[in-house]
C-alpha cells in the first residue's frame, strides 16, 4: 500500500480555495504551505515510491488518531506538542532525529512553525490541487475601473491583496510592438506602425489583434513553441545524427496553427492521426509526432534495448506535453513524489510500444513507416505523367506485334551476329605474375597448374599474323574429368577476372614500343549476378568488382566477347594480353581458358576513335581560361589544322597530336601547369544516347558537334566518375565530341568513360542464348526497345519519349519529400513490466500489462476505444484535471514571459504552485467549453488590461514583486532566438516570407558539425546554402542537426531537441553580445538595414536623418534627441574613419551574400558612407531595446 | 569548520564523485542552493554568495579520450589472463560461482560461436614508489606514477559508443542530462564574473573512417540554464564562437560602438523615466 497517499485520501477534505496567498495568512493550508515541506524533506522516504520507502518508518500517517509501527501517533490534530512528526524533528536523538543527518536535509525554523501551526488548527488536508478537475469559480468583481474583463479581475484582486497597483497602459508604439512580436514573432512594419498610430478608434487594438491573428506569421511563431514541446529535428540526433525528413509535419502544425485547428482535435492528431476512420494525408503526418523522439542505428546496439529507450521517450513526451508530469521518472521505481507508480508507467507504455516501426533507423531519412507527401499541384502533375507512361507502353506494345516479321528478321540477325568464325590464336609466351605455370596444351587452349596463387596477372602474347582482328573471344573452359565443373581453380570452383588489357608491342628490349589496344565493349554469355562482365574493362580493380563466372553456382564452359574499339592490323607485331585476378576472392583464377578472334562482325556496337589531343594554350586569367575558345571550339575537327598559343612570351604552334594510349576507364597525366587542353574523338554510334562519365584536373567543359553540353569549373584533382551526363546522337550519323580541359595550376588530367553499349543491341547477347519463354519482362522490354530504337525514326521517338517519361517519373517519385508517421500493429504488441527499467527484465509473472490509465486522474471515457485514440480522448474529457490547464498555462508562458504556474514542466508535488489558482481553472475551462480554440484564448490573452501594461513601473513596484508574478507591470524579457534573428532580418529587409519547406542552413561558423561529426554521417560537414531564398528564412525552417544545433538558436538557451522541452531558460551571457555583434548574418542585416537608407530615394538625405531612420525602422520609435546626439556624432567619426580606409570600408560591406537591393551602391563611390551607415547599424540592433520585448 | 563538513568532504572522494556522475555533482549543487536563504534574490540574477563548505578544488581539468587504447593494454595488469587464454568467457566463474560476463552484449560480437579470452600482449613492469604496473606502451608515463592516480574499479553497463560516452560525460545513456562542467558552474559558480566557469577544447574533424562520432551535448547543460553549457574552445576559425571582430571593424572602432551602446542603454533607464531594468534582460 502506498501508505502516505492512501492515507491521505482518507482524510481528505474538500477545500475549494487553494490560493497561494491566501487572505488571511494566519490560516495554514496544506497544499500551500505544508505540502512542499513534506515533499521536500519527508517524500523522498515516506513517499510514494515503495522501492525507497524506509520500512522501519513506512508510514507517516495523517490520519487522524492512527497509530504507526512504532506505536506512537505522528498526527494528533489541534496538538503538536502530542504529535511525534513534531517530535522527531525537534529531537536531538540521533537515533530519532527526523530527517535523519544522513539525509542532508533538515526542517528549518520556519517550516516548524509552520507544521506546528497546521497541526494546532486541526492539520486539514487538502489533495494536490493539480489532481483535482478545475471548478468553476465566479469571477471576482475586483476594480471595474481599470477592466472588467475576466482575466483582469483576477490579476487585480491579487495585486491588491498583495499591495500592488497596476501599470498604466503601454504607449501605443510599445503596445503594437510587443504585440506583433508575441502573435508573430516579428515586429510590425514602419506601415503597420503608422497605421495603428493614426487609428484612434476605441477598436483600433481589436482590429490589430485580430489582423495578426488572421497573418501567416502567425502560424509559424506558434508553431516553433510546439517544435521544443514535440522534439522536432532535421536528424536521428544520436550517433551517426544523419538526416531525418519530416519536415512536412512542422508544416502541418503551422497549417494547424493558421486554420486555428481545435486544439482538441490538434492532439488527436499528434497522438492517434493514424488512427482516425480512413486518415487523411494530413492525419497521418500529424501522427509523426510521436516518432520525433532520436534514434540511432550504432552498430552493436542491441535492438530491444534502443525499442525500450523510444516507447519511454513517448511515453514521458506524453506526459510532458499534455499532462504537465514527469512521467519518466516511474521508468524504474514509483514516482518519489507524484502518484505515478512504476506500474501506471506501463500501461500507458503498453499504449505506445504497439507502434510498428523499426527500432533502428537504418541511418536513413525515410525511417519507415513513411508517408510520400504530395502537395494537390503535385499530384495532377503525376498522375498525369503516369497517364502518359500507360499510352506510351501501349503504342509500343502495338508497334511491336505489329511488326512481327521485321522483328524476327532482326532476331535472327542479332543472334547469328555474334556466331562467326573464330579463329584460334597461338601464344607465343605464357607468364604467371605469382608463379603458377601456364601451359598451352594446343588449340590455343591454355593450362593453369602447379602454384595456386591467392591474386595473379595473366601475361599472353600472340604475334599477329596478316589478319585484321575487330574481336576477341574468351572462353572458360571445364574439365570434365573433375568433380566440380565450375571453371575456377578455387576450391569452390568459382573465378572472378578483374579487368582485361590488351596492348599491341613491336621491337625488343630498350626498342620495344608498347601501346594499349582499346576495348570498346564486352559482352558475355554468363555474368555472375553483380560480378558484370562490363566490370573487365571498368578500370577498376578492387576487392569486389570482375566478371564472375558463378563456378559454385553453375557447371560449364562460358565466354565473354571483347569489341576492340578500332581493328588491329599490324603484322609482325605482338598482341599482348593481361587478364588480372585481383579481387579479395582468393585463387579465383581460370583453370583453362581460350583467346580466339574474329575478322570482323556484323553487330551494331557503338565505336569511338582514338583521342587527340591539343595543347597547352597558356591563359594565366581564370575566367578567360575557361570561357575563352582557343580555336578548335567553333572549328571543324580536322587532323593537320594549326593553332596557336599566344603569351607575352611569344607565340607556340600547336597541332592534334594522336593519343590511342588514352584508354577509356582509366586516368591520364598531361604535363603540369597552367593551361588549356582540348581533347577530340569521334563517335560512330549505334545508339541515341550515351551516359559519360568524365574526370578533371581542372575545369571541363565538353561539346557535341560544336554544341555545349556540359560544364563544370571546378579546381579538384583528377579522379573517376566526378561527373557524369549523358549526351544525345543519331545513330549511324559519326558525331564529333571535343573536351576542353583547364588546369589552374599543378598536377593537370583527365578521366574518360562511357556506357554505350547499354542500349546497345550487342548488350542483348546474354539473352540470345536463351529462349524467349524464359526471359523476364524487364528482358523482354530490352528487346522491345533495342529492336524499336534501330527500326525506323518513328519507333526510335516513341522509345526515347517512354524513357523520358520514366526518367520523370522516377525523379518525381525521387524528390516527393517523406515524412515518418505512427502506424499501429494489429494485434497490439504485448507489453510488460520492467524490472527497474531493464529492457531485458520483463515481468513475465505479471502477464501482459493491461492497458489502462492511471486509477488517480479519471477514467476512459466509456466509448473511448482502449488505444493512443483513447488516449487522446481521455485527455481532451470534461473531467481530466490537467489537459486543459496544462496547455493554457503554456499559451500564458509564451505571451507572459512565465506561466501561471511556473514549472509549466511540472505540475506535480514538486512543481511550483500557481500563482492565480483561480485565473488558471477558469481559463482552463473557458478554454474547454469555447471549443479549446487557440485563436480565442491568444486574442484573450493580449487583449487583457494586464497584457497591456507598461513595463515601466516605479522602484517601489520592483521592491515589492521583483520577478512580477503578480503581474503589476507588463511583460519584458529578452527576445527568443528565433525571434530576435528574424527581427534583425525583417528590419533590414532581408527577410524570405516563405512558408515551410526542407530545413535551410544560414552560414554557420566552420567546423560546428565536424567537431562532433562522424565520418560517415551525412551530416557530418556542413555546407551553407547559398541563394538568398534559403539563407534569409524565418529561424525556425533553420535545419536542425540535434548533435551539433544552430549556434544562432543555442547560443539564445534553444534546447538541442533531443528531448520534449516547454520551458527554455532565458540567461545572459557574453558569448550572446559577441554572436549579435560579430555573426556574419547579423553583420548583414546592419549593412542591408543601412543600405535602405542609401539607396533610392533616400540617397540624398543627410547622414543625421539616416541615423534618425535607421533607429525607427528597428525599434518603432524615432530616437530622442540624446540618444540621436549620440548615434550621429559615431556616425560622423566612422565616416571619417572609412573615408580614409578604403579597405576596411569594403571589407565590412562585402560581408554576407550579394543582393539585387545593394547593386546600386556597390556601383556608387559611396561605400565609405555605407560602412559607416553599417556600424552605426550595427550599433541600433543590439541595442537592449532591440533584443528586448517591452 | 564543522566536523561533520569535513568528514563529508574527506568522503567525496574522486572515486564517489566520478561513479555518481553527474548525481554526485547535482547533490552538492542542490545542497549550495538549499543553503541559499533568498530564493528572490537568486531569482533576481545574483550570483551565489558561497559554497556551503569551503572548496578546496580550485578547478578541474577534464580530458576525454575518445578512442583511446585499451586499459588492459595500459595500467590494467591481468597477468591470471595469460592461463585463460582462449578459454571461452562465458564458461568463467568467480570464485563465489557467479559467472564473469554478466553484462549484456554488443551485437557486434553477441552473434560469436565463442567469446575467447585474450589476453594484453604487451609486457608489463611496476614502476614508480607505488609499485604500479604499467604496460611497455607507456614508458613515459612510468615515470610520473607516483603523481598519479589510477583508478581501476571503473565499470559501465554501456555498450555503444553513443551512449557510453553521453553517460560517462552527463550521467546517463540517454540525452538530456546535463554535463559534469555544466554541474560544476551550476553548484560551484565562478570566482570570477569575467570568464566562462566552465570551457572545453573540442575536437578537430580527422576524417579518418573510424573516428567515433562526438555530440554538443557531451559539454552541453542539459535542463540546466543554458549559461552553464561550456564555453567550446575550437581548433578552427575563432577559438570562441564570434569571438572576432567583423571585416572592416577594428578594436578602436568596436570599442567606440561598444561606448555608444552602454551610453544608449544606459540611458534608457536612467533620467525621468520609470525605471524599466534595462539590465536585467532575464526577467
Request: glycine share 6%; with cysteine; charged share 25%.
Amino acid at each position: 500500500m502506498k501508505s502516505l497517499f492512501i492515507a491521505i485520501f482518507l482524510l481528505a477534505v474538500t477545500i475549494g480555495n487553494h490560493s497561494l496567498i491566501a487572505q488571511d495568512s494566519s490560516i495554514i493550508e496544506f497544499n500551500r504551505d505544508i505540502r512542499p515541506i513534506l515533499a521536500d524533506k519527508c517524500f523522498t522516504c515516506h513517499g510514494n515510491d515503495a522501492g525507497t520507502r524506509k520500512p522501519i518508518s513506512a508510514s507517516i500517517e495523517l490520519k487522524r488518531q492512527r497509530q504507526a509501527s512504532s506505536g506512537e501517533i505522528p498526527i494528533v490534530p489541534g496538538e503538536p506538542r502530542s504529535s511525534e512528526i513534531i517530535r522527531r524533528i525537534v529531537s536531538d536523538d540521533e537515533y530519532e532525529q527526523m530527517p535523519p543527518a544522513e539525509s542532508k536535509k533538515k526542517v528549518s525554523p520556519e517550516e516548524l512553525a509552520l507544521l506546528e501551526r497546521w497541526i494546532a488548527q486541526g492539520a486539514k488536508y487538502q489533495p494536490h490541487w493539480a489532481f483535482v478537475a478545475p471548478k468553476k469559480v465566479v469571477v471576482p468583481q475586483s476594480d471595474a475601473h481599470w477592466s472588467n474583463q475576466p482575466i483582469d479581475q483576477f490579476v487585480h484582486e491579487k495585486m491588491r491583496g498583495n499591495g500592488l497597483q497596476p501599470s498604466p497602459v503601454a504607449d501605443r508604439a510599445t503596445l503594437i510592438r510587443r504585440v506583433t512580436l508575441d502573435l508573430t514573432g516579428l515586429p510590425p512594419t514602419p506601415d503597420e506602425l503608422k497605421a495603428f498610430l493614426a487609428d484612434n478608434s476605441p477598436e483600433a487594438y481589436e482590429r490589430l489583434v485580430d489582423r495578426l491573428l488572421g497573418s501567416t506569421a502567425y502560424g509559424e511563431h506558434m508553431t516553433r513553441f510546439w517544435l521544443d514541446a514535440a522534439r522536432y529535428g532535421d536528424t536521428h540526433g544520436l550517433h551517426l545524427d544523419n538526416y531525418r525528413e519530416i519536415w512536412p509535419y512542422r508544416d502541418w502544425v503551422i497549417h494547424s496553427f493558421n486554420h486555428n485547428m481545435p486544439w482538441n482535435e490538434f492532439t488527436i492528431k499528434n497522438l492517434a492521426g493514424d488512427l482516425l476512420p480512413e486518415p487523411s494525408q494530413e492525419d497521418l503526418i500529424a501522427s509523426g509526432f510521436n516518432r520525433l523522439h532520436v534514434t540511432t542505428n550504432e552498430g552493436g546496439a542491441i535492438p530491444e534495448e534502443v525499442f525500450v529507450r523510444n516507447v519511454v521517450d513517448r511515453v514521458s513526451t506524453t506526459g510532458t506535453v499534455f499532462m504537465g508530469m514527469t512521467w519518466g521518472c516511474a521508468v524504474c521505481h514509483d514516482h518519489k513524489y507524484d502518484p505515478i507508480s512504476s506500474d501506471d508507467f506501463y500501461s500507458m507504455y503498453s499504449y505506445f510500444n504497439s507502434l510498428d516501426d523499426n527500432p533502428m533507423d537504418q541511418n536513413a531519412k525515410d525511417h519507415a513507416p513513411v508517408i510520400s507527401v504530395m502537395t494537390d499541384e503535385g499530384r495532377m502533375a503525376f498522375e498525369s505523367l503516369k497517364a502518359e507512361r500507360e499510352q506510351l507502353v501501349q503504342s509500343v506494345d502495338d508497334q511491336y506485334a505489329n511488326l512481327h516479321d521485321e522483328r524476327e528478321q532482326w532476331e535472327q540477325r542479332m543472334r547469328s551476329a555474334l556466331d562467326v568464325d573464330w579463329f584460334e590464336m597461338h601464344p607465343e609466351s605464357l607468364e604467371s605474375s605469382q608463379g603458377a605455370t601456364l601451359e598451352h596444351t594446343g588449340q590455343g587452349i591454355v593450362l593453369s597448374s602447379g602454384e595456386n596463387p591467392d591474386k595473379d596477372v595473366y601475361r599472353l602474347s600472340y604475334k599477329l599474323g596478316e589478319i585484321e582482328i575487330s574481336a576477341l573471344r574468351l572462353d572458360v573452359l571445364v574439365d570434365e574429368s573433375k568433380a566440380r565443373k565450375g571453371g575456377g581453380r578455387s576450391p569452390n570452383a568459382n573465378a572472378v577476372l578483374s579487368e582485361v588489357r590488351a596492348y599491341l608491342v613491336s621491337g625488343e628490349g630498350e626498342q620495344q614500343e608498347k601501346t594499349p589496344v582499346s576495348i570498346s565493349s564486352v559482352t558475355a554469355d554468363y555474368s555472375q549476378p553483380t560480378y558484370s562482365v562490363q566490370n573487365l574493362i571498368d578500370g577498376v580493380v578492387d576487392a569486389t568488382n570482375g566478371w564472375g563466372i558463378g563456378g559454385h553456382l553453375r557447371e560449364g564452359p562460358c565466354h565473354a566477347i571483347l569489341l576492340l574499339n578500332q581493328p588491329v592490323h599490324a603484322p609482325g607485331k605482338t598482341l599482348e594480353l593481361e587478364l588480372e585476378f585481383g579481387t579479395q576472392f582468393k585463387q579465383h583464377s581460370f583453370e583453362r581458358f581460350q583467346i580466339r578472334a574474329a575478322q570482323n562482325l556484323d553487330v551494331p556496337y557503338t565505336r569511338m576513335s582514338d583521342w587527340h589531343r591539343l595543347g597547352p594554350f597558356l591563359e594565366s586569367d581564370r575566367n578567360k581560361a575557361f570561357q575563352n575558345d582557343f580555336g578548335p571550339e567553333k572549328a571543324k575537327f580536322q587532323i593537320g589544322a594549326t593553332f596557336e598559343s599566344t603569351t607575352e612570351q611569344g607565340t607556340q604552334p600547336l597541332k592534334w597530336e594522336h593519343h590511342p594510349e588514352y584508354v577509356d576507364g582509366s586516368i591520364h597525366e598531361f604535363p603540369t601547369g597552367t593551361g588549356v587542353w582540348y581533347l577530340h574523338r569521334t563517335i560512330f554510334p549505334t545508339v541515341d544516347r550515351i551516359k559519360i562519365s568524365l574526370g578533371s584536373d581542372d575545369a571541363v567543359a565538353v561539346w557535341v558537334d560544336g554544341q555545349q553540353v556540359f560544364a563544370n569549373d571546378v579546381a579538384r584533382p583528377v579522379a573517376a566518375n566526378q561527373d557524369a551526363f549523358e549526351i544525345s546522337v543519331t545513330p549511324g550519323k559519326p558525331a564529333e565530341l571535343l573536351v576542353k580541359i583547364v588546369n589552374y595550376g599543378g598536377g593537370c588530367g583527365f578521366y574518360f568513360d562511357s556506357k554505350r553499349g547499354e542500349n546497345d543491341a550487342f548488350a542483348l547477347y546474354p539473352l540470345w542464348n536463351n529462349a524467349e519463354d524464359t526471359l523476364d519482362a524487364s528482358e523482354n522490354d530490352l528487346i522491345k526497345q533495342a529492336f524499336l530504337r534501330q527500326h525506323n525514326e518513328s519507333t526510335r521517338e516513341l522509345v526515347q519519349r517512354l524513357a523520358v517519361v520514366n526518367t520523370e517519373i522516377e525523379t518525381f517519385e525521387k524528390t516527393l519529400p517523406t515524412t515518418l508517421v505512427s502506424r499501429e500493429m494489429v494485434p497490439a504488441r504485448p507489453a510488460y513490466f520492467l524490472k527497474r527499467g531493464e529492457y531485458d527484465k520483463p515481468d513475465k509473472d505479471r502477464g501482459e500489462m493491461t492497458r489502462r490509465v492511471p486509477d488517480w486522474l479519471p477514467p476512459m471515457p466509456d466509448d473511448a476505444p482502449n488505444d493512443r485514440m483513447g488516449i487522446a480522448l481521455w485527455l481532451i474529457g470534461e473531467n481530466h484535471p490537467l489537459m486543459a490547464r496544462v496547455t493554457v498555462n503554456r499559451f500564458w508562458q509564451q505571451v507572459f514571459g512565465r506561466g501561471i504556474v511556473k514549472t509549466s514542466e511540472d505540475f506535480g508535488v514538486q512543481g511550483a504552485l500557481p500563482t492565480h489558482p483561480e485565473l488558471l481553472d477558469w481559463l482552463a475551462i473557458d478554454f474547454r467549453e469555447h471549443g479549446w480554440d487557440v485563436k480565442r484564448l491568444m486574442k484573450q490573452l493580449v487583449m487583457s488590461e494586464t497584457y497591456r501594461q507598461s513595463s515601466f513601473a516605479p522602484e517601489s513596484s520592483w521592491k515589492k514583486d521583483p520577478t512580477n508574478r503578480f503581474l503589476s507591470r507588463g511583460p519584458r524579457y529578452r527576445l527568443d532566438a528565433e525571434s530576435l534573428r528574424d527581427r534583425a532580418l525583417a528590419v533590414s529587409g532581408l527577410l524570405v516570407e516563405k512558408i515551410g519547406g526542407p530545413g535551410v542552413k544560414p552560414p554557420q561558423p566552420d567546423g560546428l558539425w565536424e567537431a562532433v561529426g562522424y565520418v560517415g554521417s551525412n551530416t557530418a560537414k556542413f555546407v551553407a546554402d547559398m541563394d538568398d531564398e534559403k539563407i534569409h528564412r524565418r529561424s525556425l525552417y533553420t535545419f536542425w542537426k540535434r548533435t551539433a544545433p544552430p549556434p544562432q538558436m543555442s547560443t539564445f538557451d534553444s534546447p538541442s531537441r533531443e528531448e520534449c522541452v516547454i520551458r527554455r531558460e532565458r540567461t545572459n551571457t557574453p558569448l550572446q553580445a559577441l554572436l549579435l555583434l560579430n555573426d556574419p548574418q547579423f553583420v548583414e542585416c546592419a549593412k542591408s538595414l543601412a543600405a535602405r537608407f542609401l539607396t533610392g530615394e533616400q540617397a540624398e538625405t543627410k547622414p543625421e536623418q539616416v541615423v534618425s531612420g535607421m533607429f525607427e525602422q528597428a525599434l518603432g520609435r524615432p530616437p530622442s534627441a540624446e540618444e540621436l546626439n549620440v548615434l550621429a556624432e559615431f556616425h560622423l567619426d566612422r565616416t571619417a574613419y572609412y573615408e580614409s580606409n578604403p579597405d576596411q570600408a569594403t571589407a565590412l560591406i562585402s560581408t554576407g551574400a550579394e543582393m539585387p537591393q545593394f547593386a546600386e551602391l556597390k556601383a556608387s563611390d559611396r561605400s565609405a558612407a555605407w560602412a559607416a551607415t553599417t556600424a552605426t547599424a550595427n550599433v541600433i540592433l543590439n541595442l537592449d531595446e532591440f533584443v528586448s520585448k517591452q | 569548520m564543522h566536523s561533520l563538513e569535513n568528514e563529508h568532504i574527506a568522503q567525496m572522494t574522486r572515486r564517489s564523485l566520478l561513479r555518481r556522475g553527474g548525481l554526485g555533482i547535482g547533490g552538492a549543487a542542490l545542497a549550495s542552493m538549499l543553503a541559499q536563504p533568498d530564493i528572490l534574490a537568486r531569482e533576481l540574477g545574483a550570483k551565489p554568495e558561497g559554497l556551503h563548505h569551503p572548496a578546496r578544488a580550485k578547478r578541474a581539468i577534464y580530458l576525454f579520450m575518445s578512442g583511446a587504447p585499451s586499459q588492459i593494454d595500459m595500467f590494467d595488469y591481468k597477468p591470471g589472463l595469460k592461463d585463460r587464454f582462449k578459454a571461452d568467457l562465458r564458461e568463467e566463474k568467480y570464485d563465489d560461482g557467479n559467472n564473469v560476463l554478466r553484462t549484456r552484449v554488443t551485437t557486434m560480437t553477441s552473434g560469436q560461436a565463442t567469446f575467447p579470452i585474450a589476453p594484453s600482449k604487451f609486457k608489463f613492469e611496476q614502476h614508480g614508489q607505488c609499485g604500479r604496473w604499467v604496460s611497455e606502451l607507456l614508458p613515459h608515463t612510468a615515470k610520473m606514477v607516483d603523481d598519479i592516480a589510477v583508478i581501476k574499479s571503473m565499470w559501465t553497463e554501456a555498450i555503444n559508443h553513443d551512449p557510453a560516452i553521453t553517460y560517462i560525460t552527463t550521467g546517463n545513456q540517454l540525452p538530456g542530462k546535463p554535463s559534469l562542467g555544466a554541474w560544476l558552474s551550476y553548484g560551484l559558480g565562478s570566482m570570477n564574473e569575467n570568464l566562462p566557469t566552465f570551457v572545453v577544447m573540442t575536437p578537430s574533424w580527422t576524417g579518418r573512417q573510424d573516428a567515433q562520432a562526438l555530440y554538443n551535448r557531451l559539454w552541453g547543460s542539459g535542463f540546466l540554464p543554458s549559461e552553464h553549457q561550456g564555453v567550446a574552445l575550437r581548433p578552427k576559425g575563432d577559438p570562441v564562437l564570434f569571438l572576432s571582430n567583423p571585416d572592416g571593424i577594428d578594436a578602436t572602432g568596436r570599442r567606440k560602438s561598444l561606448d555608444v551602446l552602454n551610453q544608449l542603454n544606459a540611458t534608457c533607464c536612467s533620467g525621468k523615466r520609470s525605471r524599466n531594468r534595462c539590465q536585467d534582460r532575464t526577467i
